[in-house]
């Protein structure tokens, strides 16, 4: 019989994890056992600060719900999703567009649009145009490539967060044309403060942060046997473009609008321009989403039985 303490119990745990049966999950759990236990030998956590740890994701679990993600935004605050993201792109064949983050407010089946139609409901003054090309690692076009774009509105905010949370706005999913062309008219989004009113808000007030991302656009492009592209375009002139609360930003994503732009479609409107570079997929490429429609994350799901 071991005497277990603070430095044995670490193997003593390993060792009853060791029949592992599927090796990654047996590496992975290994690993975070190993830096779990390093940690709290490291900061000497005590038990009422461990009950607070426990507390505090108790209560981001409980801010979950099919419209809300506050695990998600646990990541994303504390810069986790941003180094998946990484590494991530990291291991792709080839070097595309960067990833972004995908955020708590990705929804599935947003609407089907027509080149150059709008996604906004009410485009109002702050209506801008995005176009540009999809394109492969030497330049040439993808024909057809699937371009989902979700953003806020000109007041900073998302439909999941509006009154009728069920009611799309703001989406869609675009086909480039034969040469991989898209176009597509829009709202100049406004930064936002990420959902303060839970567990996570309390964690950056106590942090001193200011909680808001700069203002940005979403995009997730995929064609088959390219690597799907998670990723988001952010606009220069925000405020907070050097201090995003999420790590979403990075230089090569940020750009601006110019007015009168004679490649614009829509040349009487502020326009992006932007080529999106997708990467050849690898065979167990199956997803690059670090996040998910919260409504699927919450679905029941079959257990498997041991
Ligand atoms: C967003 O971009 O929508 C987002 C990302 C991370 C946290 C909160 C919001
Ligand atoms: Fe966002």
């Not at 999913?173 to 100049?188: I, K, M, Q």
């Amino acid at each position: 019989m071991i005497a277990i303490d603070e430095k044995t119990i670490t193997d003593v745990a390993l060792a009853q994890m060791a029949g592992t049966r599927d090796p990654r999950l047996k590496e992975i759990m290994a690993c975070l056992v190993k830096h779990l236990h390093a940690f709290a030998r490291e900061i000497d956590l005590t038990p009422e600060e461990w009950i607070d740890g426990i507390k505090f994701l108790t209560a981001v679990g409980q801010t979950c719900t099919p419209y809300r993600q506050e695990f998600i935004l646990l990541s994303d605050t504390l810069g986790l999703s941003s180094l998946i993201n990484s590494l991530h792109d990291r291991r792709a064949l080839e070097n595309g567009t960067k990833t972004s983050l995908l955020g708590p407010f990705y929804r599935q089946d947003s609407p089907q649009r027509k080149l150059g139609e709008s996604i906004a409901a009410n485009p109002g003054p702050a209506e801008i145009c995005i176009h540009g090309r999809v394109v492969d690692t030497a330049g040439k076009g993808i024909p057809n490539a699937s371009v989902q774009i979700w953003q806020t509105d000109d007041e900073g905010v998302y439909d999941l967060q509006r009154n009728d949370p069920s009611v799309m706005d703001l989406r869609g999913t675009y086909h480039a044309d034969a040469e991989g062309r898209y176009n597509l008219r829009t709202v100049r989004p406004l930064g936002y403060m990420i959902p303060m009113d839970g567990p996570v808000g309390d964690m950056i007030r106590a942090q001193g942060r200011h909680g808001y991302r700069p203002a940005h656009i979403h995009f997730l492009i995929g064609a088959p046997g390219y690597r799907e592209l998670v990723t988001a375009l952010y606009l220069r002139k925000d405020d907070h473009i050097d201090s995003d609360t999420v790590f979403g930003v990075t230089d090569s994503l940020v750009t601006e609008t110019t007015k009168n732009d004679p490649a614009s479609p829509f040349p009487n409107l502020p326009s992006i321009s932007f080529d999106f570079q997708l990467a050849a997929a690898k065979a167990e490429d199956a997803t690059g989403r670090v996040g998910a429609d919260p409504s699927q994350i919450t679905k029941k799901t079959v257990q498997s039985s041991h």
